[in-house]
């Protein structure tokens, strides 16, 4: 069984980093695909950032790029998600997300697999 757990969320002033972790266990599979998405309460979880399992191939919605970046070293090793050049629009709750497949990471939310309990990332301006 898949078992995702974020970390890193808390509170920050607008221009300030975090760097968010998401632990992962029990992916048998080789190939795959891992992801960030965040959700602000009365909108559709939305994708920030995806990577192939095992890191390769980073892509980003268009409101982050150039400020976070998504890493992973290697399947076993947890994910990332730097933010620098935070702003209050970045305000939601980060949930990490994984799909065994080997095709596109550029997939809506209902199509991963695998979710964590998200993490919360509050800035302020």
């Known amino acids: 069984q898949v078992h995702l757990v974020e970390s890193g969320g808390g509170s920050v002033q607008a221009g300030g980093s975090l760097r968010l972790s998401c632990a992962t266990s029990g992916i048998t599979y080789q190939y795959g695909c891992m992801a960030w998405f965040r959700q602000v309460p009365g909108k559709e979880r939305e994708m920030v950032a995806t990577?192939?399992?095992?890191?390769?191939?980073?892509s980003y919605a268009a409101p982050v790029k150039g400020r976070f970046t998504i890493s992973q070293d290697n399947a076993k090793n947890p994910l990332y998600l730097q933010m620098s050049n935070l702003k209050p629009e970045d305000t939601a709750m980060y949930y990490c997300?994984?799909?065994?497949?080997?095709?596109?990471?550029?997939?809506?939310?209902?199509?991963?697999?695998?979710w964590g309990q998200g993490t919360q990332v509050t800035v302020s301006s």
């Open positions: 990577i192939w399992l095992g890191g390769g191939n980073p």
């Open positions: 997300a994984a799909k065994h497949t080997g095709g596109s990471c550029q997939l809506s939310a209902h199509q991963y697999d695998y």
